[in-house]
């Protein structure tokens, strides 16, 4: 399944420790003919329909400002390591993504090899 993860600031009180422009992720992953987006922001997630599937929606996230890496949800559950219950660890589950990754800027690097 095609998704985009999307780095940018967030507002939660760790922020001023974490690197401008990563400081929050979350997940657009495309199915059934539409992007469905499924943010953590603050802790509690939400699920919504942000476009049909053939709006192009990594050109409307980039001229937002944002970050944004084009990848795929995994077809294997993560049973290791544990993830940690934050935007990072969120995206992680929606993916299927085995990382040690615990910040956004983790996250965004290892997606960039992987």
């Given at each position: 399944?095609?998704?985009?993860?999307?780095?940018?600031?967030?507002?939660?009180?760790?922020?001023?420790?974490?690197?401008?422009?990563?400081?929050?992720?979350?997940?657009?992953?495309?199915?059934?003919?539409?992007?469905?987006?499924?943010?953590?922001?603050?802790?509690?997630?939400?699920?919504?329909?942000?476009?049909?599937?053939?709006?192009?929606?990594?050109?409307?996230?980039?001229?937002?400002?944002?970050?944004?890496?084009?990848?795929?949800?995994?077809?294997?559950a993560?049973?290791?390591?544990?993830s940690?219950r934050?935007?990072?660890?969120?995206?992680?589950?929606?993916?299927?993504?085995?990382?040690?990754?615990?910040?956004?800027?983790?996250?965004?690097?290892?997606?960039?090899?992987?």
């Open positions: 399944m095609k998704a985009l993860v999307v780095f940018r600031d967030g507002c939660h009180p760790l922020s001023w420790i974490l690197k401008t422009g990563f400081q929050h992720c979350f997940v657009c992953v495309k199915s059934d003919g539409f992007w469905i987006q499924v943010d953590a922001e603050r802790g509690i997630p939400v699920i919504k329909t942000v476009a049909t599937a053939d709006f192009d929606l990594l050109t409307h996230i980039r001229n937002m400002g944002f970050t944004v890496v084009e990848t795929y949800q995994r077809t294997f993560v049973t290791f390591p544990i940690v934050n935007c990072v660890g969120l995206v992680k589950t929606v993916l299927c993504i085995n990382s040690w990754s615990l910040t956004p800027c983790g996250l965004y690097n290892y997606l960039r090899t992987h």
